[in-house]
């Protein structure tokens, strides 16, 4: 039963950390568009235009992709090997994330001119996205929402698994251990007293 309970929980963290993983490589993906189409509009552009390297959206976008497929990598690892150093390590780095993204969120929600908080984007492909998300708004929402409830439940089946993990180490170690003696309705474990050999001298023959 312990061992079928822990197949599903591997199973689970598995499937909601893919959520992660498919996430980061969309990102991925179009932060290749988005180069595809800087190299296209440099090429394109006069010799008068001036060149600009690649924008910080598109570095933080990459950037931000592989991270999520990096953490994806360690999820899937975690959740293979069940080892509880490794469930520990992932839980703290999507509550990181969790943290982060709650942070923007709220700036977003309570700061109406959040976007001049960004630097200027010379390529124009943050207003692009921008725009794109605002004309899609509901259905950006829901992606939102979908992704950090992925997170959420990563960190409660992890959290699950390492508990499960601890109490069977601490199962086996109690079998394998010999088990004291203990006093009947107290639990205490039963000191034995110290003794020890000690020789008689002979007697005298009178």
């Known amino acids: ?41 440099m090429d394109d552009s006069s010799s008068d235009h001036p060149k600009f390297s690649l924008s910080w959206f598109i570095h933080a976008f990459l950037g931000i992709g592989i991270t999520l497929c990096a953490i994806t990598c360690l999820g899937h690892i975690a959740a293979r090997t069940a080892n509880r150093h490794c469930l520990s390590c ?19 929600s309570l700061n109406s001119h959040w976007e001049k908080d960004f630097p200027e984007d010379p390529s124009g492909r943050f207003d692009d996205f921008n725009h794109f998300v605002k004309s899609n708004l509901d259905t950006s929402k829901w992606i939102g929402w979908l992704l950090v409830l992925a997170q959420g439940c990563s960190v409660l089946l992890a959290a699950v698994l390492r508990a499960t993990e601890e109490d069977q180490g601490r199962k086996y170690d109690t079998e394998d251990d010999n088990a004291p003696q203990r006093l009947p309705f107290l639990g205490y474990p039963v000191q034995p007293f110290p003794c020890g050999i000690v020789d008689f001298p002979l007697a005298l023959q009178q």
Do not use: C, H, P
């Open 1 to 41: 039963m312990a061992r079928t309970v822990k197949s599903w929980l591997q199973l689970s963290l598995k499937l909601v950390n893919s959520t992660i993983g498919v996430t980061g490589i969309a990102m991925i993906l179009y932060s290749i568009w988005m180069v595809r189409a800087w190299q296209l509009d």
């Open 90 to 108: 992932y839980m703290v780095v999507i509550f990181f994330l969790l943290l982060v993204e709650t942070a923007l969120i709220t700036d977003i």
